[in-house]
């Protein structure tokens, strides 16, 4: 069992940064792999980025990619998703989650994934 609590959402202004911070409690966060998702009002949660558990293999949704950055500490068992440039389609909650692994990949589906955080609210100003 691991549990989960992200932070750092809030109100950013379109074309700013904001970073989210996932961290987790429980079994060792190394044998996890780890993902971002979000969920817009009205919208399926949709994948967002995820990386293996030794950090070195990630993947993004085609609309994040080379504007957010997923990165973890498993000293301090914590993934981060690090949210550049960003534009009036990135508002939702965006949730973390964990699922085991025995092997270093990573998973982009959310039917995968065991554990959820409860999610952090990201609103974008114009």
């Known amino acids: 069992q691991v549990q989960l609590v992200e932070s750092g959402g809030g109100l950013v202004q379109a074309g700013g940064s904001l970073r989210l911070s996932c961290a987790a409690s429980g079994r060792p966060f190394s044998s996890y792999a780890m993902g971002w998702f979000r969920q817009a009002p009205g919208k399926e949660r949709e994948f967002v980025a995820t990386i293996s558990w030794s950090g070195t293999y990630t993947y993004y949704a085609d609309s994040v990619k080379g504007r957010f950055t997923i990165s973890r500490d498993n000293a301090k068992s914590t993934v981060y998703l690090q949210m550049n440039s960003v534009n009036p389609e990135d508002p939702a909650v965006y949730y973390c989650?964990?699922?085991?692994?025995?092997?270093?990949?990573?998973?982009?589906?959310?039917?995968?994934?065991?554990?959820w955080g409860q999610g952090t609210q990201v609103t974008v100003s114009s």
């Open positions: 989650a964990a699922v085991r692994t025995q092997s270093d990949i990573y998973y982009s589906h959310s039917k995968l994934y065991n554990y």
